[in-house]
């Protein structure tokens, strides 16, 4: 995969297609690969471009990996891009968009919210990560796998889902501490009013209740929004139904960009 030298941070990216650049933002513990899905079906019509964030160490804020965004658009010569986001890569996508947005073509956010809909460390890491997806609903069976000392899970060879959760071993401890740090910092609520670009907001039919009811704020804050809830799929949305997440990606840019779109 190509990577670009931005400032000592080595941004591993991968990008396919022509027409209108759009960039994908992974989740708390994905990587660029978890949106293969969108390469395949929007490459056709859209540059599609994803990333993986940089690892975090615990001094970083949401504001300095939306910065980071801004730096690869710079390195990718590109002046603006429709701007996506999954759950905490929501999170960069808002903050990019609030800083930059004159660079944010349009906003496309998937399970993602203004704020964290619980403190607690498990829960978020349970809601928001592909790498529990799998887990025992027993607290301490589930503390006890995620630092390695629980049977390790069984994965479906042919279930991309599951081989995107077997990447989440890549990702720091001291990383995913750090991000959850961010996200309960975080809060988007005081100026989602002033993100005016055009806002696509996707959530699945069975996500958790306060992703459901995040998304529905998210879309009634924004002055020009509209939410679409994907039937049969959770957290995953864009892994589990790509089909209808593409569709709708797609029917959303051609409405709103049109004079942008082939």
């Known amino acids: 995969m190509p990577t670009l030298d931005i400032a000592g941070w080595k941004a591993s990216y991968q990008e396919t297609g022509v027409g209108l650049p759009m960039v994908f933002i992974p989740g708390i513990t994905e990587y660029k690969e978890s949106f293969e899905f969108q390469f395949r079906g929007l490459s056709d019509r859209y540059r599609v471009i994803s990333y993986d964030v940089r690892t975090t160490s615990g001094s970083e804020t949401i504001e300095d990996l939306a910065e980071d965004l801004a730096k690869l658009l710079d390195s990718l010569r590109l002046a603006s891009a429709v701007i996506a986001g999954h759950s905490f890569g929501g999170l960069i996508a808002q903050q990019f968009a609030y800083l930059h947005p004159e660079r944010t073509t349009a906003l496309v956010l998937l399970s993602t919210f203004a704020k964290a809909p619980d403190p607690s460390q498990a829960k978020l ?3 928001m990560s592909s790498g529990h997806q799998n ?3 027993g607290a301490m069976a589930r503390l006890a796998r995620f630092v390695g000392l629980g049977p390790k899970p069984v994965f479906d060879p042919d279930s991309f889902l599951d081989w995107v959760a077997m990447q989440t071993a890549k990702t720091p401890l001291s990383c995913v501490h750090s991000r ?4 309960r910092d975080f809060d988007s609520r005081p100026w989602l009013e002033q993100l005016w670009m055009p ?15 995040a998304t529905q704020m998210i879309q009634r ?16 949305p864009h892994i589990q139904r790509h089909d209808l997440v593409n569709l709708y990606i797609d029917d ?3 409405t709103r960009l049109l004079s942008l779109v082939d």
């Open 199 to 213: 806002l696509l907001a996707l959530v699945g039919q069975h996500d958790r209740p306060p992703f459901l009811s």
């Open 252 to 254: 959303f840019l051609k």
């Open 125 to 127: 890491l349970r809601y």
């Open 135 to 137: 887990d025992p609903e």
């Open 180 to 183: 959850i740090k961010m996200i």
């Open 221 to 236: 804050a924004t002055p020009d929004s509209c939410l679409e809830v994907v039937e049969d799929t959770g957290h995953f």
